[in-house]
């Protein structure tokens, strides 16, 4: 069982940047597609990336291509995801998931993922 704790949230004027970091235990990382979703209060969660941790394939959503990268340590066992040119629109609960790893690519839909973390607010003001 895989344990993820994110950090590194908080508020951030709007074209600033952050970088947040989900940290797993209980197990390695290894084996696992890791994500990151957001979600805004009344929505559903939205995917915005996600990681392959062998070979380090990622994949975004449009709505962040080019501003956002997901990355890993493999040593420190956290994956990370740096954010750039936020939007106010940026501001929701970030949340780090994992599931073992899928032949098929990356999975998109939350219910797909079977470890989350609680979550870490992001706030960009304008």
């Known amino acids: 069982q895989v344990q993820l704790v994110e950090s590194g949230g908080g508020l951030v004027q709007a074209g600033g940047s952050l970088r947040l970091s989900c940290a797993a235990s209980?197990?390695?990382?290894?084996?696992?597609?890791s994500g990151w979703f957001r979600q805004v209060a009344g929505k559903e969660r939205e995917f915005i990336g996600a990681?392959?941790?062998?070979?380090?394939?990622?994949h975004y959503a449009n709505s962040v291509k080019g501003r956002f990268t997901i990355s890993k340590d493999n040593g420190k066992n956290t994956m990370y995801l740096q954010m750039n040119q936020l939007k106010p629109e940026d501001t929701a609960v970030y949340y780090c998931?994992?599931?073992?790893?899928?032949?098929?690519?990356?999975?998109?839909?939350?219910?797909?993922?079977?470890?989350w973390g609680q979550g870490t607010q992001v706030t960009v003001s304008s």
């Open positions: 990681i392959k941790w062998s070979g380090g394939f990622t």
């Open positions: 209980g197990r390695t990382f290894n084996g696992y597609d």
């Open positions: 998931a994992a599931d073992p790893e899928s032949p098929y690519g990356v999975p998109e839909t939350a219910l797909l993922y079977d470890y």
